[in-house]
């Protein structure tokens, strides 16, 4: 799971390393597949459900699920998340990260920032003997203290030698609720969290999930693992932040 993770990671690196104004979605999606399988591991998402793709592309108002195009051309200013799956060795490894295009707003950093830091709060929260509703509490209680809103229709999951396992993983719920967490179960937190309403429109294309008000909306997913002393973080943004160094959020 740590290897299939860090590979992980690493394409999210090399994406880090293309993605700038001018590049389209399709263009980061063929350097996504190219780099998973020169380290012999196969792309997780490709013909997953049907998805046409090795990566998952979302540009600013998209959610998750984005399907790269070459008409999806970044631009300064957007932002767009790549969410990466992996198998190798026969196990999935699974992580997104929400990259600035050039320049971007500081309202939007903050809303990227804020995101992540609940990832980080959701994983503190992570402890055998503790419940899934205690992640799913501090990703929600922190995001929404901030203004912003959680994303309901979209939840993160258990993984393995699958990369959609039992228990699901809400970005919102109770304290003390839900699946009890236990050493060796492994899961991806993910929050989606907008900059306006909850709300989402599922596009005609089958995959794409929207904000229903055309607003901002981040994304970030770390698999960890639990163990009886605490969670481990799997997968890993060193790759892509030794990239963008100062400009990381
Ligand atoms: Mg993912
Ligand atoms: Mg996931």
């Not at 699958?162 to 492994?186: A, I």
Request: charged share 25%; glycine share 10%.
């Amino acid at each position: 799971m740590r290897d299939a993770n860090q590979l992980v990671g690493m394409t999210l690196g090399e994406l880090a390393k293309h993605i700038a104004p001018g590049i389209s979605t399709l263009q980061l999606d063929k350097i996504a597949e190219e780099f998973i399988r020169d380290h012999g591991a196969v792309p997780a998402f490709l013909g997953y459900g049907g998805f046409p793709n090795s990566i998952c592309a979302s540009v600013n108002e998209q959610v998750v699920h984005g399907i790269p195009s070459s008409k999806m051309i970044l631009k300064e200013g957007d932002v767009v998340s790549i969410d990466c799956g992996t198998i190798l060795n026969e196990f999935v490894g699974d992580s997104a990260y929400t990259f600035c295009v050039g320049d971007v707003s500081p309202e939007v950093k903050t809303l990227l920032r804020t995101t992540k830091e609940a990832l980080y709060r959701g994983i503190q929260a992570a402890v055998a003997g503790k419940r899934i509703g205690d992640i799913s509490n501090a990703v929600q209680t922190y995001c929404e203290s901030k203004g912003y809103s959680v994303v309901r229709e979209l939840v993160g999951h258990g993984i393995g030698k699958k990369m959609h396992e039992e228990p699901e993983v809400p970005n919102y719920g109770r304290r003390g609720c839900g699946p009890l967490l236990k050493s060796g179960m492994c899961i991806c937190i993910e929050p989606m969290i907008n900059m306006g309403s909850k709300n989402v429109v599922f596009e005609r294309d089958g995959w794409t999930v929207r904000t229903k008000d055309r607003k901002c909306s981040a994304h970030f997913e770390h698999c960890i693992a639990i163990h009886p002393e605490g969670s481990e973080i799997l997968s890993s943004f060193k790759f892509l932040e030794e990239v963008l160094g100062d400009n990381a959020i």
